[in-house]
């Protein structure tokens, strides 16, 4: 499989700047550290949120968030922040 992910990328791209991947790191390590250690009423009581069905949607989507960041390395995270500027 990661044959299939190398031959899908194009000519090597500059690295992030330390800035980014610092950046990037960071969000990628305290978002999964919120998820690690948060169940759905911790969620709620963190964000205001009184627990019922929307809140329940909002931490579903939370959870699908933190698994699809995990899906990408922190210097493609960067590189996705620098091309945002």
């Known amino acids: 499989m990661s044959e299939n992910l190398q031959s899908n990328a194009t000519e090597?791209?500059?690295n992030?700047?330390?800035?980014s991947?610092?950046?990037a790191e960071a969000f990628k390590t305290f978002l999964g550290n919120f998820h690690?250690?948060?169940d759905y009423l911790k969620f709620c009581e963190v964000l205001g949120y009184i627990p019922d069905q929307w809140a329940e949607d909002k931490y579903r989507r939370f959870q699908e968030l933190v698994e699809a960041l995990n899906q990408f390395d922190s210097e493609t995270v960067a590189k996705m922040l620098e091309a945002g500027k």
């Not at 992030?16 to 800035?19: I, M, Y």
């Open 12 to 14: 090597q791209q500059p």
């Open 16 to 19: 992030p700047s330390l800035e």
């Open 21 to 23: 991947l610092g950046i």
């Open 36 to 38: 690690w250690r948060t």
